[in-house]
């Protein structure tokens, strides 16, 4: 048995080294610690080479297929756990490693839940969002649709609302309407814990509104919710937007194109109830990013119910900025970490789903890049340069980023198993499917 186990090891160090081979002696010629705003921003302790017993032994590529990145950005936060606390879950979120395109790094770091991040048990993690977290700055007004249990709502409200001595002060007070496709009752049945969800969001001043279609907001909002000169939005967010299906298979191939028509619908009928603020305003959805959801294509699909100008094209608009047009920003790396209590759950389902590959799709008004600028009160969500105005700064993710990360996670696995604690056992029972 000794010897198996022996056997065993060496087999399991050996595969390391391979999935290291020459990337190593490459990726040290990498540039580690250049700045956050430079292409490669990576931190954390080096780790000791692999002992000399964990030889090259298969042939793999220097550079491994790679995510597709352009546009694509990640919180520092997220960022910082994936490098300092080598965080698999982090890395995950970051790098998106694929099964079957990667792997030699799969098998020997494989996805864990992401509970297993460090920051999910913290003090910091369950206390309220910082202001600018994922673009939600302390006093916008933002309205969320389609919201399951009404979770992500009460994470943006920690974020918007000022604490009770400010609000009795009348200062930066912030406005949430959180809206849901369902009935109270309905939701009430569903979820269990949503009745002190909602007390919490009203407490905080939020409101909170029920049977909301996302694809007629005006038509479906309560008369008094959209009041003259109270009727615009700096964020509207739709997160996972797709048709129920009583199976439970949300979004899936069969339902695709129900589903790109449900985003064309939404956007549309977002700009042309003229909700969505002309400075500031922004549309997010958060979505997975895997196939088949990479074929949605949300960033085009979007924007084609839309005008030449990406507007409603009312002549009668007296707008001066009526010729600004709303386009496709970029997207974000999720990190539910930054957004406490919410639990991405499905339809009508009180169960949750994996989402490491999520990302955040933002779309805003053309010309309206990077800080505050002229006439804005907020920043960009994303940012064109050093200065995006948020609490959290983003990164831009390059292969850079993602060669690195990956590295350091091998490196890494590498140590612990020639140390003599691999945990192969605990991290299959913990991988995240």
């Not at 202001?131 to 943006?156: E, I, K, N």
């Not at 979007?302 to 030449?308: N, P, Y």
Request: hydrophobic residues 30%.
């Amino acid at each position: 048995m000794a010897k198996e186990k022996r056997d065993r090891r060496q087999r399991q160090l050996e595969a390391v080294g391979a999935a290291i081979g020459d990337e190593a002696n490459d990726s040290s010629n990498n540039n580690l610690q250049s700045s956050p705003s430079g292409r490669l921003a990576a931190s954390g302790a080096a780790v000791e080479a692999p002992p000399s017993s964990m030889s090259n032994t298969t042939t793999i590529p220097t550079h491994p297929p790679c995510r597709e990145h352009s546009r694509l950005f990640t919180s520092s936060v997220t960022y910082r756990c994936a490098t300092q606390n080598l965080c698999g879950p982090c890395a995950y979120k970051i790098c998106t490693f694929d099964v079957a395109l990667d792997t030699a790094f799969t098998k020997m770091v494989p996805n864990a839940r992401p509970e297993s991040c460090p920051r999910s048990s913290s003090p910091s993690a369950s206390a309220c969002g910082r202001d600018g977290t994922m673009g939600y700055q302390r006093g916008m007004s933002v309205l969320t649709v389609g919201d399951g249990d009404l979770t992500f709502s009460l994470a943006v409200a920690r974020i918007l609302f000022a604490n009770v001595e400010q609000r009795q002060r009348h200062e930066n007070s912030g406005r949430l309407v959180a809206t849901s496709y369902e009935s109270k009752d309905t939701l009430l049945k569903v979820y269990p814990n949503i009745g002190t969800t909602i007390q919490e969001l009203e407490s905080l001043g939020a409101t909170v509104c029920y049977q909301v279609d996302a694809t007629n907001i005006a038509g479906t909002l309560p008369k008094d919710v959209l009041k003259a000169g109270n009727d615009k939005f700096d964020r509207i967010t739709w997160n996972f937007p797709c048709s129920a299906i009583g199976s439970g298979q949300d979004g899936q191939n069969d339902a695709m194109e129900f589903n790109k028509q449900l985003i064309r619908d939404f956007v549309g009928n977002a700009v042309a109830s003229r909700l969505v603020d002309k400075v500031d305003g922004e549309i997010h959805m958060l979505h997975k990013t895997k196939p088949p959801f990479n074929q949605w294509q949300i960033e085009t699909v979007a924007l084609e119910a839309l005008g030449a100008k990406g507007d409603d094209d009312d002549d009668d608009d007296d707008d001066d900025d009526d010729d600004r047009s709303l386009e496709y920003k970029g997207r974000i790396a999720f990190d539910r970490c930054l957004m406490p209590p919410y639990v991405p759950r499905k339809a009508l389902d009180k169960k949750s789903f994996t989402c490491h590959d999520a990302c955040t799709y933002v779309f805003g008004w053309s010309g309206g890049e990077g800080g505050a600028g002229e006439g804005k009160k907020y920043g960009c969500t994303i940012p064109r340069g050093d200065d995006d105005g948020c609490a959290e700064p983003l990164l831009a993710v390059t292969e850079d980023m993602i060669i690195s990360i990956r590295q350091m996670h091998l490196n890494a696995k590498a140590a612990k198993m020639a140390a003599g604690g691999g945990g192969d056992k605990k991290t299959k029972r913990g991988r995240r499917k």
